[in-house]
């Protein structure tokens, strides 16, 4: 069945560097691609999406990046700050959204 | 506008006790999920509504979760008997425009089966 693959599950990075977070998906009809923050606790929410008419789009410091013809897409958040300390989450969907199993990001002082 | 809004927000009960979880969509919005979430599984899709019909419940684990949404602004799931392994926080959500949208999560419900 359709599959969502998302890495690091893991990651560490220092305050004030970029984090990048990369999903593949399985489904070459997917079309949407959001991208989903739950910190701790919390509920998830809708950062960032992209569809796949588009390569590239930014706001402020994320930015997403898709390359249908690989099936990737990837997370880049620049100038982290402590608040960006939280899972996040990609999705691919067409009819039927389906979501990775979550990046849990800390931003190290 | 409150948001979604999920109820009870805690649930303890006991193993084969009937377990209901209540949804309240934002106001317009003509889909509604469920899905379930734990820290070996991740965020599951149980099962979603477009226009109060069901139109995916592949998700559902087993015959032992049910789904109803009997008009736009209430939806019920409902697990009947629970068991342990249905321990996990159950997130409804909703959204004007389904699966290819922005999806607007109520808080969860952090359900433990004993």
């Known amino acids: 069945g359709e599959n969502v693959e998302q890495h690091p599950s893991t990651l560490s990075v220092q305050e004030g560097d970029s984090a990048v977070i990369k999903c593949t998906y399985s489904?070459?009809?997917?079309?949407?691609f959001p991208w989903y923050k739950q910190e701790l606790g919390k509920r998830p929410q809708l950062i960032i999406d992209?569809?796949?008419?588009?390569g590239e789009k930014k706001d402020q410091r994320i930015a997403v990046t898709l390359n249908k013809t690989a099936k990737h897409f990837s997370l880049h958040i620049t100038e982290t700050q402590p608040e960006d300390s939280a899972v996040y989450f990609c999705?691919?969907?067409?009819?039927?959204?389906?979501f990775g199993k979550g990046t849990r990001l800390h931003i190290l002082p | 506008d409150a948001g979604v809004i999920q109820s009870p927000r805690h649930e303890v009960t006991e193993m084969g006790q009937e377990v209901t979880l209540r949804c309240k969509p934002i106001?317009?919005?003509?889909?509604l999920f469920w899905y379930r979430q734990t820290m070996m599984r991740g965020l599951e899709l149980l099962i979603y509504f477009n226009n109060n019909v069901p139109i995916d419940d592949s998700g559902m684990p087993e015959d032992r979760f049910s789904a109803k949404m009997p008009n736009a602004s209430f939806s019920t799931l409902k697990i009947q008997p629970s068991e342990p392994r249905d321990s996990a926080v159950y997130f409804c959500a909703s959204s004007p425009s389904g699966s290819r949208g922005t999806q607007y999560f109520g808080p969860g419900t952090r359900l433990l089966v004993l």
């Open positions: 106001s317009g919005h003509d889909y």
């Open positions: 992209i569809r796949s008419n588009v």
């Open positions: 999705a691919a969907s067409y009819d039927k959204i389906i």
């Open positions: 489904d070459s009809a997917s079309n949407y």
